[in-house]
């Protein structure tokens, strides 16, 4: 008989990490190509996170909690800056300047002295000044939001691993175009990279967090 997925990881995979003393929130690439529907981009998973993503950014920021977002932009003719990246996913072209899908999705966007960190490829670490700039701060801990979960969030966990961090997924605020994609990664995360917890144990210990 065949065994789950679950059972075959048991015992050998999916130790649990907790969160640290000093966490940062990181909002990954809420942009409206991702809940714009008609957009090739566009996603439903992606726009159920954003609904449920402003309780956590109120908690975060109640708590004093930095509070960091990132998106995707090119700025080079015919996006060379994406790279061999762009030519294997040319929906990111839309990711420029002045392409209203490129902006912030609404009640999810960076707030005045919130940190912008601007990339062209899936991680948020690579190529990027976040990890030392988190790293100057003390920061410990890094709570995943954001899209989407089989890029862009999945690419991040693992480099926040690779960089020292905790690494927290909020399973509510983040979201895909898929649900078979969006599930296999949150299970592949949790079982090797870092933590996948809800909504409300992520709100409950960003409550309990010193300021």
């Given amino acids: 008989m065949e065994q789950s997925a679950s059972d075959n990881y048991r015992g050998v995979w999916g130790n649990r990490i907790g969160f640290g003393a ?3 929130l990181l909002v990954i690439d809420f942009m409206k190509a991702y809940t714009t529907p008609g957009a090739p981009l566009f996603a439903p998973g992606v726009v159920a996170a954003v609904a449920r993503t402003p309780a956590l ?14 998106n995707i932009l090119y700025h080079a003719p015919g996006c060379a800056d994406g790279g061999v990246w762009v ?15 490129a902006e912030f999705c609404e009640g999810v966007g ?3 002295g919130e940190p912008v960190v601007t990339k062209q490829y899936a ?30 969030i999945r690419a991040s966990a693992v480099d ?15 979201g895909d175009r898929h649900e ?3 599930e296999a990664n949150l299970f592949d995360i949790d079982s090797k990279y870092g ?17």
Avoid: W, Y
């Fill in 180 to 182: 078979g994609p969006h």
């Fill in 195 to 211: 933590d996948v917890v809800s909504l409300d144990e992520a709100v409950s210990h960003l409550t309990r967090a010193p300021a």
């Fill in 87 to 101: 030519r294997k996913a040319p929906v990111m072209r839309d990711m420029v300047a002045g392409n209203p899908l």
């Fill in 110 to 112: 960076p707030l005045d």
């Fill in 57 to 70: 950014l109120a908690a975060a920021r109640t708590a004093g909690v930095p509070v960091i977002h990132t």
């Fill in 123 to 152: 991680s948020a670490f690579f190529a990027t000044s976040l990890a030392p700039m988190l790293h100057a701060q003390g920061v410990d801990t890094v709570i995943l939001a954001g899209c989407s979960t089989s890029g862009c």
């Fill in 22 to 24: 000093s966490p940062a």
């Fill in 160 to 174: 926040a691993v690779q960089h020292g961090f905790r690494t927290i997924v909020v399973r509510d605020c983040v």
